[in-house]
């Protein structure tokens, strides 16, 4: 079945970096959408960023433009995140859904629109 781990939250200081790693299992990567998510404490889940290869879309959100970044291995996906700052604290999720040639347009932004999510990994920033 369809599985999704993260690993590589923890404890940095602002302008530090981190590399989350989401491994999956159970699908065919390149047949499907991957999302980085994350959920401060009280508030909703937002999208950070999405990729598909099916059709070569990406997506990185405003508020993490230019500081961080997804790239892929045979069947982890990364998150590489960059000059971090306090509000980046949250717990970050991964999540997957089928989106094969022609899905389009882009790869989905929305928690909604996902339909299976890893158990998250904290991510603090704090001096």
Same mark, same amino acid.
């Given at each position: 079945?369809? /599985?999704?781990?993260?690993? #590589? #939250?923890?404890?940095? /200081? ?13 699908? +065919?990567? +390149? ?7 994350? /959920? ?21 959100? +405003?508020?993490? /433009? ?39 347009? #882009? ?21």
């Amino acid at each position: 079945q369809v /599985q999704l781990v993260e690993s #590589g #939250g923890g404890e940095v /200081q602002p302008g530090g970096s981190l590399r989350l790693s989401c491994s999956t299992s159970g699908f +065919d990567l +390149d047949q499907y959408a991957i999302g980085w998510f994350r /959920q401060a404490p009280g508030q909703q889940r937002e999208g950070v960023s999405c990729t598909a290869r099916s059709d070569g879309s990406t997506y990185i959100a +405003d508020s993490v /433009q230019g500081r961080f970044y997804m790239s892929r291995g045979a069947n982890t996906v990364y998150l590489h995140m960059g000059s971090l700052k306090p509000e980046d604290t949250a717990v970050y999720y991964c999540a997957t859904r089928p989106h094969p040639f022609g899905s389009g347009p #882009g790869c989905p932004r929305y928690p909604y629109e996902y339909d299976y999510w890893g158990q998250g990994t904290r991510v603090t920033v704090s001096s």
